[in-house]
């Protein structure tokens, strides 16, 4: 596996890069914009391909950006729908300018508690988001993210959903996103190998082969089941070193990147956390 965090780009691509380097990433995800506001500024054509460049050079691995917390496709209120169907078209434009190998967008919140309902709704706000932006393209997907919360996008069966209403040809465009945080408090055992295989198993089936395209791997500060979201870092939580080391050596996730979201202060919480990743996948190969 590829090891990395979600970092800022607050102070500039350049200094992002630099950053990124020093805090040891192989790989790393981004917001495409602010990520509580509906609108932000268009991109500068010329500073998303000057960040292209320079990750290249710099020897990067992929970039992930993550999109605003308020797209929720799941809901049939107005105007969020809309907004969302709009905003999620204006981050796959972005995601696709920066060289994003995907672009992160949380599930979503059902407010009717109808898993059936709210995956349709996924699915077709994610088409009618696809065919507003204009700029499908296979090397930038777009991947959906598991919930820690109760209900509607917890468990593979409400992906599974999602991906059957899909169109064959949007499909293709769309992977998984798997928060380990999240999957842990939604009640998904992640302790032993055996149980990642059984994970990635249930995302195939459910989403197809090679649909998983992102890990979010973060420790959790509540219990197993608890459906609290609250990042910890690696190995102080809930989660413990067992189950990053099951994750990092399991062969399939050979080539697929983990970045950390970590509460904390800069440097601290991506070089300290990038570093234990490092550790824990070193006792693989032993
Ligand atoms: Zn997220
Ligand atoms: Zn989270």
Redesign the pocket.
């Known amino acids: 596996m590829l090891v990395g965090a979600h970092l800022s780009v607050s102070s500039g691509y350049p200094a992002t890069v630099e950053y990124a380097i020093e805090a040891g990433c192989e790989c790393m995800q981004v917001f495409g914009k602010s990520p509580r506001q509906w609108k932000g500024k268009a991109l500068d054509p010329e500073a998303a391909a000057g960040f292209v460049q320079s990750r290249k050079q710099a020897g990067l691995g992929p970039l992930f950006t ?1 999109t605003a917390y308020l797209i929720n496709l799941a809901t049939d209120a107005e105007p969020i729908r809309s907004r969302s169907i709009e905003a999620l078209a204006d981050e796959m434009g972005r995601g696709r300018l920066l060289g994003a190998a995907g672009v ?1 967008l ?1 599930i979503g919140h059902d407010p009717h508690e109808d898993s059936p309902a709210a995956a349709v709704r996924v699915a077709s706000g994610i088409v009618a988001a696809f065919e507003a932006c204009g700029c499908s393209h296979p090397d930038t997907k777009l991947l959906l ?1 598991n919930t820690a919360t109760r209900g509607f996008g917890s468990g593979m069966d409400d992906f599974a959903a999602v991906f059957t209403a899909l169109p064959l040809e949007v499909r293709e465009l769309v992977g998984v996103c798997f ?1 380990t945080c999240h999957g842990f408090a939604a009640g998904i055992e992640l302790g032993s190998s055996a149980a990642w295989e059984t994970l990635l198993d249930d995302i195939e089936r459910a989403c197809g082969p090679g649909s998983l395209g992102l890990i ?1 791997a973060n420790d959790c500060k509540f219990e197993f089941g608890s459906h609290r979201d609250r990042h910890e870092w690696i190995g102080k939580g809930f989660l413990k070193d067992e189950a990053f080391e099951a994750m990092l050596c399991v062969d399939r996730l050979e080539s697929v990147c983990a970045v950390t ?1 970590m509460p904390g202060d800069i440097p601290d919480k991506d070089v300290v956390n990038i570093a234990k990743l490092k550790e824990l996948r070193e006792e693989c190969s032993r």
Do not use: C, F, I, P
């Open positions: 993550h992160v949380h993210e928060d979010h979201e």
